[in-house]
């Protein structure tokens, strides 16, 4: 099968240097030109016929009808001075290109939209209309989450904390549209490397509407947002936001609990008609410890906890820690694991007997098993928001003093020798494994926009399970995060700078 197509390019190869060939042109609106200059021919010969072989157009001199000038490894000046020489009729109607464009495209299977950071600006037209291009570190920003680096490093708290504030009360309004754009607004602005200095700053910036650019002004005028201190101050925002953080209680059953007149924890528990499920009685029962954040020592602590309980199962499976921890967060509300076992179905009953264990070492306090649904028959799923089909676990287990290294403890925590956690657990089958590292690493917002990349932007289809291509109607495999980036053309974005 390799041979087969090895001899086939070999065949191809002659006659697709010098034109079209016999592969067809797909793409009419688009005709390359690949500037061979430190490219070098060999290399150009054969993304020539990469991009042919795709139904590309690719010309072999520069004309005027040429629409997409790719380069590699040209500075801006000698690509410029070298296209200058040519007495194109309008060189600045072609797109003039990084070969990023190129890879990005050819692993698309198809000409992707002309982005800032594709381009290779002419240096004297930069000058003359940007005098301080160089201070402008916000021109190439993606309205892609899945496209920017975003650390913990947050230049601009002091805006993007509003914005959450207005997109929260959004939220527990029901309005999905504002609250995802103002979520989406302040994101962008935790990716930026700088804070803003000046309204100005947001021009070239994806993402802000003009609700968002008005708060932001706002800052800037008076330090502070009215609109946010009101929502801050408002008792029905207070309420819902207290009812919904404790683990069980939902957006729904916070307002349902407000409607009703509900006010604290107290009415709530002594209400007669209010009937609490398991989750939520456990929510209430551990509220303190709970709701206190956990950290990295203690996440470690349980790291060391849950790896005894799951290689006393099966020697050869490894546990590793995700969700926020994984991306670099020094505190979390939970503690997210997974679990990698390296055999199929290795995955099945081992969760169970980690419950089990932890049970009978009296360190569990709440469980919540939720046996795998996974069936790759039934993918992709349109409902691609939906929680995924793998054995998980959602857990409140005894953490001990002793057991956290690095401990500092104040005096009313020595009273008692333990603290509640919560720990999420979920244990995929292992080709299942590195779509599930990558869902369960977050952040939520990054998540979304992944797939909401892959989908408008290539075509295809992602989940915690699967990558599937709509265009071929085929699952992708993938081994590590890595591979999935690389079938959606994206450059790899580590877990640190995954915090959009
Ligand atoms: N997740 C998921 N399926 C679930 C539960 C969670 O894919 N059934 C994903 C979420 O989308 C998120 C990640 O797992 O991206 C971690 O979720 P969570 O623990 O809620 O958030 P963290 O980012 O870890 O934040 P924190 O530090 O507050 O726990
Ligand atoms: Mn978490
Ligand atoms: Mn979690």
Sequence with gaps: MFQTTILARKRRRPEATLSQGHDKVKFRDVILYLVERRMGKSRRNFLSNLARSKGFCVDDSLSDHVTHVVSEGNTAQELWNWLEEHDLKKPHDKHVLNISWFTESMSAGQPVPVEMKHHIPNPAVERRSFPCTSTNPTSSVSPFACKRRTTLDNHNKSFTDVLEVLAENFEFSGNQGPCLAFRRAASVLKSLPATLRRPGDMEHLPCLGEHSKAIIEEIFECGSCSKAEEILNDERYQTLKMFNSVFGVGIK?????????????????????????????????????????????????????????????????????????????????????????????????L????????????????????????????????????????????????????????????????????????????????????????????????????????????????????????????????????????????EFIEPSERNA
Aim: charged residues 30%.
């Design 351 to 490: 969760l169970q007997a980690v419950i089990d264990r932890f049970r009978s070492q009296n360190i569990l306090l709440y469980s919540d098993f939720q046996e795998s649904t996974f069936d790759l028959k039934k993918l992709p799923s349109c409902r691609f928001e939906a929680m995924d089909h793998f054995h998980k676990c959602f857990l409140i287990v005894k953490l001990r003093r002793e057991q956290v290294l690095e401990e500092k403890e104040t005096d009313e925590e020595r009273q008692r020798d333990w603290r509640a956690v919560r720990v999420d657990l979920v244990a995929p089958p292992i080709e299942r494994f590195a779509y599930a590292m990558l869902g369960w690493t977050g952040s939520t917002l990054f998540e979304r926009d992944l797939r909401r990349f892959a989908r408008l932007e290539r075509g295809k289809l992602l989940d915690n399970h699967v990558l599937y291509d709509k265009a071929t109607k085929t699952f992708l495999p993938a081994q590590t995060e890595e591979d999935i980036f690389t079938h959606l053309g994206l």
């Design 253 to 349: 059953t916070a307002e349902n609990w407000y409607c009703r007149g509900l006010r604290t924890f107290e009415q709530v528990l002594t209400e007669p008609n209010v009937r609490l499920n398991r989750m939520q009685t456990a929510g209430f029962l551990f509220y303190e410890d709970i709701s206190r954040p956990v950290s990295r020592a203690e996440a470690n602590a349980l790291k060391v906890l849950i790896e005894e309980a799951v290689t006393c199962v099966n020697p050869s499976a490894n546990v590793y820690i995700t969700g926020g921890f994984r991306r670099g967060k020094d505190f979390g509300h939970d503690v997210d694991f997974i679990i990698r076992t390296p055999v199929p179905g290795q995955e099945d009953g």
